[in-house]
């Protein structure tokens, strides 16, 4: 199955970001905090709308408290941005001016005995001046208690990653009909950006290419090796559409497949198949990745799959939940995730596929949607 | 005076940065600190040479002890990179795994009860996971114990400062004459990147178009206004070079520009130039905002002149020593900082003259060498 693309999306309410802050509030008490301090990076802009231009020294959180209203603490020059923040609405803004004590502010916003969630990200000059202020609280980072905080996306979530997908997906089509051979990595890559961005990406993250040994590294990014007849050609992209994110791989070769070349891509293709008919509410994480490691274990290249099988997307490219061998957690229908597993066999060449999938309650959905066969380029 | 240029520096030397730690030792030792612990950003990279590819929830961290061989804690997976760092022969490199708690191998590293300055942005997952860990150890953020730990720079530092700054300043050279009038501030402010590329910068950090009253907006980047006969337009840009940042800012005019712009434009450089003779080892840098503010005050203009006369740069665009009142620092030779004085008009237009200068025995020297006569643009 397949989810329909909005190609311009109604900006999120301030019902929607409300709504997210009253479901964090509650996810925080069930864990045993008091409230959650969320400091400048995604879970604010997921959590609020808010996006300060820069990150710096000057101290902005938001403090959420079950049963109050969300407060966003600011600079006070910066509080005209803040209140221009699509979720601001549904916020109390409290502002501190340079040369006074933020976190002498922050004492009227935080209990002085109370244990809260705070952001992984929070620098640790503002943990210090809060710890140095209020003694007596405690902190718990936020993805140590609350690793799931955004990993079940709404529906106005999923038509973002739907379009951030689509784009992909046409970035792909168009890139496979441009020449391979006798090109450096690094100029397809920059076609796989500019075709991202001309299909509406706002932000491009990474653009893989990884061509013949190349592509056996899974840490390659794009280099100065000249594509060659007979490479595989390993592209993984992706980046920011309408501020959710897109992330696949298709892996095409270089004129007509060796018979190697092609049992390997089916034996990915398998894999990346058979994980995605695992999908649905209640399978642990980890089962996704046991499901595609034993397809390509049967075929004898365990050893040559070197990464988990894949990672939340959302505001960010890679986030909870992770399908990893260890991840007991049990899919949520809204949760969106890449399902990519790979061969590489070290010195020669590589293959990996990825799709971004999401979570239904009759098990998964594709956001991409271009096909796996192996692509014969020129 | 004017600093000489060497357009591909030598890199820096593992004597370079061995001696950095050594003088942040003593200097964290001066300040009653038994140590530092520096995660990756601006300052990893000045005392070793090491930039992660991204920052993110794997632990990295050096620990600095008078007296000690200076430790990088890395991510195993990160290790080949740290290892290819310049610093890298004055280092000890220890390493830790995914599934291991990195916390308890910062223990051998880290005096249970001692107190160390730690970087600013260091992630709270990891101050709260040392604290954890270590319950007795104490920690101060770094530029509150260690405000001026850069910001004195030797003298292959100086070379590439002024390498940035000539790059800034053939910039300059070339946007005047390009077309002003009738394009957009966003399409001047894609040729000043283009320009800042082509002359040698890796990254553009800024590129500043203000253009009539949006050049009254000491905050305003650059948009979709365009540019009219009659304009003033605030040109505010840099990056870095080698490495090291590049800051400058001309105002120009579109045409023959009124008394009254001709007038204002006279006041802040003559501010600009009194505040850079008062530029010697010894003075505090509020003098040097003071002497800019009292010119631009004695004009009638000190209302309309909104912040700070300038900052330090070097590694960042952006860091300590700050020319502001409050500031008693002095200035020692080696520092390296912004004059930027400027009036702005609200709803009509602003004035901005900057340039990097440096300290020397003798007294300043600039980094920026382009004239700060009005210039007349198309």
Redesign the interface.
Known sequence: MSVSTDPSPSPFTHEDYGSRMARSGDAARAVGLDGLIVTPGPDLVWLTGYRPTAIT?RLTMLVIVPGHRPTLLVPA?ERPDAEAADGAPVLEIVDWTDGTDPYQVARDLVSPEAEYG????????????LQRTMRATA???L??CLPMLRAVKDAAELTRLAAAGAAADATYQEIVHLRFAGRRESEVAADLARLLTEFGHEQVDFTVVGSGPNGANPHHEAGERVIGEGDMVVLDFGGLRYGYGSDTTRTVVVGEPTPEQHRVHDIVREAQSAAFEAVRPGVACQEIDRVARAVITEAGYGEQFLHRTGHGIGVTTHEPPYMVEGEEQPLRPGMCFSIEPGIYLAGRFGVRIEDIVTVTPEGGARLNNTDHGLRVVE
Do not use: K, N, P
């Not at 952001?119 to 943990?127: G, I, L, Y």
């Open positions: 020294e020059l705070i952001s992984d990200s929070t620098w640790a000059m503002h943990v210090l001046g902190y718990r980072a993805t140590e």
